[in-house]
Every structure is written in structure tokens, then in C-alpha cells.
């Protein structure tokens, strides 16, 4: 069992950042930021895929260039680091952690869930 707490979501203006954290019990194999936007689908956002001894990062192309995954394993806690803010960004985001494989964007893959924090972006 994996549990998850996610912090950091808050109201900014666009253009802004926010850092969102995740406090994992312990990591998968794969860990993940998720969003959904109200009336939307639950999206993935970006992911840390870890095996045969390499680490990689993926990211939704419509957040490229603009968040950052990250993890610090001594801390036990999963960042994605968001910048130029847009107002196509306001949703829930969650983090999550899967075991199993398939497509990093496939909510099916993961196993555990946070609660969710909330993100809302401003003109």
C-alpha cells in the first residue's frame, strides 16, 4: 500500500508558477501527475517511469516546456514544478503510483491515488 498527500495548489495569475508536492509512503516503478478540469476527463500530466536501471521523464505535450517532474527518493516526495501558468492549467491535479505497465497516460496503470489539490489560474 501506497499512500500519497499532495500539497501546493493554490490560486496564481497567468504567467505564474506553482510547485506541487507529493508525500509518497514509498515509490513504484512508475509515478505520475494527473489533472481534470471540471466536465473534463482525468488527464496525464507527466511521469517517472523507472526500470532496467534507467529513469525517464514523459510529459502531455501540452505541458512541455513548461512543468518539470521531479522526485528526491530521500525525501520520499514526487514535485512537478509548473511554470508559465495558463488558464488551460485550472483543474485538480493528483499524483499517482502504479506497479504494473501500459501507457503512462492510462489511469488504469496506477494503483494508488492522492486526494487531489487544487490548481486555479487567473487572468
Known amino acids: 500500500q501506497v499512500q500519497l498527500v499532495e500539497s501546493g495548489g493554490g490560486s496564481v495569475q497567468a504567467g505564474g508558477s506553482l510547485r506541487l508536492s507529493c508525500a509518497a509512503s514509498?515509490?513504484?516503478?512508475?509515478m505520475g501527475w494527473f489533472r481534470q478540469a471540471p466536465g473534463k476527463e482525468r488527464e496525464g500530466v507527466a511521469a517517472i517511469i523507472s526500470g532496467g536501471g534507467s529513469t525517464y521523464t514523459v510529459y502531455a505535450d501540452s505541458v512541455k516546456g513548461r512543468f518539470t517532474i521531479s522526485q528526491d527518493s530521500a525525501k520520499a516526495t514526487l514535485y512537478l514544478q509548473m511554470n508559465s501558468l495558463a488558464l488551460e492549467d485550472t483543474a485538480i491535479y493528483y499524483c499517482?503510483?502504479?506497479?504494473?505497465?501500459?501507457?503512462?497516460?492510462?489511469?488504469?496503470?496506477?494503483?494508488?491515488w492522492g486526494q487531489g489539490t487544487q490548481v486555479t489560474v487567473s487572468s
Open positions: 514509498g515509490f513504484t516503478n512508475c
Open positions: 499517482a503510483a502504479g506497479h504494473g505497465g501500459g501507457l503512462w497516460t492510462e489511469t488504469a496503470r496506477y494503483n494508488y
